[in-house]
Structures are given as C-alpha cells and as structure tokens.
Nanobody, 131 residues
Framework: QVQLAASGGGLVHAGGSLRLSCAAS????????IAWFRQAPGNGLEGLAC????????YYVDSVKGRFTMSRLNGAETVHLQMASLKPEDTAVYFC????????????????????????WGQGTQVTVSS
C-alpha cells in the first residue's frame, strides 16, 4: 500500500526557514518522482516542486524557485523540501504526492509546470509564516 507522510511544518517568522520531510512506505521512493504541493485557505492546490527519479533533478514553479530546494538522500525513503526566505503568503498546508511515474512531466530547464493530478497523497503539514 502506497503511503506518504509529510512532516516538519510549524510557525516561523517571515524571512525564516523550515525543512519539510516526506516519508514513503509501500513503494521504493527512489524509483519514482515525488512532488510537493500546498493549499492555502480558500485556494486550490498549488504545485511547488518535483524531484525526478530517472534524472535525479529537481524542478520548481517560478513562485518558489531560488527559495525552495527539494532533495532526496541516497538510499533513504525520505525527500525533503528546504524552504528559505519564507513569506506570509507561503502559509498553507503542504503535501507530498506521487503518481508513480519515474519522471516529472512538463518541465523546461529547471521549471516545472504541474499538468496532471497525482494519485497518492500524504497527510499535509501546516506551515504558518507570521509577518
């Protein structure tokens, strides 16, 4: 059974940093692309970053590029999202997800253009950025 669990959220002041983690079970995390999304109150899901398995590269949407870094430790069933220079508008529930594909779709250079729904989601972790 594919399961994902996001953790590491919390309350941080604007300009601060947080590192989120996504733990996987029921599948080999290193073999598939993993993505991070968030949902702010009253808003829909927003894709943030995707880490591919075949190329090992991370791709980001423009709104977080340069501030967020996604990584995966070799041999670990965990991926991380390091978030820096946080802004109040980053306040949201953050989710990790997978579609059990090996590559991130719709990428150009280091930019990711989320273009489809993902099948498996972990429970979210709340990130609150105070001004």
């Amino acid at each position: 059974q594919v399961q994902l669990a996001a953790s590491g959220g919390g309350l941080v002041h604007a300009g601060g940093s947080l590192r989120l983690s996504c733990a996987a079970s029921g599948f080999t995390l290193n073999s598939y692309a993993i993505a991070w999304f968030r949902q702010a109150p009253g808003n829909g899901l927003e894709g943030l970053a995707c880490l591919g398995s075949t190329d090992g590269r991370a791709y980001y949407v423009d709104s977080v590029k340069g501030r967020f870094t996604m990584s995966r430790l070799n041999g670990a069933e965990t991926v991380h999202l390091q978030m820096a220079s946080l802004k109040p508008e980053d306040t949201a529930v953050y989710f990790c997800a997978t579609d059990l594909r090996q590559s991130c779709s719709s990428t150009e250079g280091s930019t990711w253009y989320p273009d489809h729904e993902y099948d498996y989601w972990g429970q979210g972790t709340q990130v609150t950025v105070s001004s």
